[in-house]
């Protein structure tokens, strides 16, 4: 599958709407086959759920994020795993792995949208 991390630099981004990038790791077989990093873009209400999708990604992995969003990837058939901190590093190993849990959505702000 492949997934579509929220990425700060190395660390994880703490809210996905604000990630400068997106790391996009296609594993298989609890391997890591491929890993690409794609910037993200602008800031817009339901754009980087259809920016996700459009990297073919299955899952997004994201530190914060709101309903709106979650009802946004829900509609385009992505999948999220929440709340997740750390080393992006770290992260991938625990989705090869298969032990990331989701950690529900850290996202305590108003959005404003």
Not at 78 to 95: H, N
């Amino acid at each position: 599958m492949k997934y579509a991390i929220a990425a700060d630099g190395s660390q994880m981004a703490g809210h996905f709407g604000h990630a400068p990038s997106f790391i996009v790791v296609d594993i298989r077989n609890g391997k890591t086959v491929s890993r690409q990093e794609f910037p993200s873009p602008p800031h817009a209400p339901g754009r980087i759920p259809a920016f996700v999708k459009e990297l073919g990604a299955g899952c997004v992995v994201v530190g914060g994020i709101g309903g709106q969003a979650k009802a946004l990837f829900s509609q385009q058939g992505i999948e999220q795993i929440c709340g997740i901190t750390g080393s992006i590093d770290d992260v991938i190993a625990a989705l090869e792995a298969g032990t990331l849990e989701d950690g529900g959505d850290l996202c305590d702000h108003s959005h404003g949208h």
